[in-house]
Nanobody, 121 residues
Framework: QVQLVESGGGLVQAGGSLRLSCAAS????????MGWFRQAPGKEREFVAA???????NYADSVKGRFTISRDNAMSTVYLQMDSLKPEDTAVYYC???????????????WGQGTQVTVSS
């Protein structure tokens, strides 16, 4: 079965950096669009970034210029490099995989369990 396992979350001071990883199994990773989403307490889940099978990327305006999404198809892993972190980036971060259809922020078929990111001021 398909599994997406996030790691790399933690506590960091404002202005710091974290790198999230999402290891995928049970699917042909190179064929999937991969996305990162986040959900803060009391808020709806929101799109953060996505990368297509061909390597095209898209970012939410709130993270553009600070976050970078990348993928390693040989390792079946997608990454989210987060720099210049702000307290408002505090959330549970989820990775997701989409085979066909949808768009940058919708149409994902599989989801991970999430990893907590906390940014202190």
């Amino acid at each position: 079965q398909v599994q997406l396992v996030e790691s790399g979350g933690g506590l960091v001071q404002a202005g710091g950096s974290l790198r999230l990883s999402c290891a995928a199994s049970g699917l042909i990773f190179s064929r999937y669009r991969m996305g990162w989403f986040r959900q803060a307490p009391g808020k709806e889940r929101e799109f953060v970034a996505a990368i297509t099978s061909g390597g095209s990327t898209n970012y939410a305006d709130s993270v553009k210029g600070r976050f970078t999404i990348s993928r390693d198809n040989a390792m079946s892993t997608v990454y989210l490099q987060m720099d210049s972190l702000k307290p408002e980036d505090t959330a549970v971060y989820y990775c997701a995989a989409a085979r066909n259809g949808g768009s940058w922020s919708v149409g994902y078929d599989y989801w991970g369990q999430g990893t907590q990111v906390t940014v202190s001021s």
